[in-house]
């Protein structure tokens, strides 16, 4: 395995095996390529580091799934023929997002952890920082102090990043792809963890749903979140059935 640079320099992958590489591996939010390293040991792929993550720098604006998935397109033109890709978490929603977006991109798609439907009806902020909100409207509360009022209310994720990753974490985590899903016309492959709290099984349920006869759904027992780490074997032998 090899770290490359792609597309100008833009980005950068892991590459692996010695042939052109028939496989794409999109990761999860804070995570890097090399998460797939298990999975795509004796492949020929391409697991990228996504913007802002790992080796690749961050996106010069705020952007979404789309605006992902138009940052890495050039990378297709390493494959002589569409790649099978494999798609975790936050990497899913900009393998989704590409598909939609130019039909044909992909020959399959392997999908796990990816949070494709927002959840509804979650509580909204408090009143109280509301009302802290607008006061920093105000200009009655500091830069700093919104800052740490942010922070202390954020998730694990919000409070790890800065600048423009935060803008863009703040655009993905309110994105819904049931259009998306419903645009997709190739095989697809949900693999999920039976105890993925984060991404919970209610999500693949109903985007399998959407896509219909394209899609098969595995629930891997035991597994949480982070199937490409902890149990590589199930999204390896699901690759090779597509292949």
């Known amino acids: 395995m090899a770290l490359r640079a792609f597309a100008g320099g833009r980005l950068f992958g ?38 802002g993550f790992g080796t690749s720098p961050a996106p010069t604006a705020p952007t979404g799934a789309h605006g992902y998935a138009d940052l890495i397109l050039d990378v297709l033109n390493e494959f002589e023929r569409p790649p099978l890709v494999v798609g975790h978490s936050f990497g899913g929603r900009v393998a989704v997002a590409l598909e939609a977006e130019v039909p044909g991109s992909f020959s399959a798609m392997v999908l796990t952890g990816v949070p494709l439907l927002r959840r509804q009806g979650g509580a909204g902020p ?63 492959s949900l693999v999920w963890g039976a105890e993925d709290h984060d991404v919970p099984l209610w999500i693949p349920e109903r985007a399998k749903q959407l896509l219909g006869d394209r899609a098969s759904l595995h629930v891997v027992a035991g597994a949480g979140h982070l199937i490409p780490t902890t149990h590589p074997e199930a999204l390896r032998s699901t690759i090779e059935a597509l292949q």
């Open 14 to 51: 892991h590459v692996h095996g010695s042939g052109p590489p028939t496989i794409l591996a999109l990761h999860g939010w804070g995570r890097t390529g090399a998460d797939f390293d298990a999975v795509l040991a004796g492949a020929d792929a391409v697991a990228l580091d996504l913007p």
């Open 126 to 188: 408090s009143l109280g920082y509301r009302l802290i909100r607008a006061l920093h409207r105000s200009g009655l509360i500091s830069d700093r102090h919104m800052e740490r009022e942010k922070r202390k209310r954020g998730s694990a994720d919000y409070r790890a990043v800065v600048g423009v990753m935060r803008d863009v974490l703040v655009t993905v985590v309110n994105e819904s792809y049931e259009f998306e899903l419903t645009e997709l016309d190739l095989p697809v």
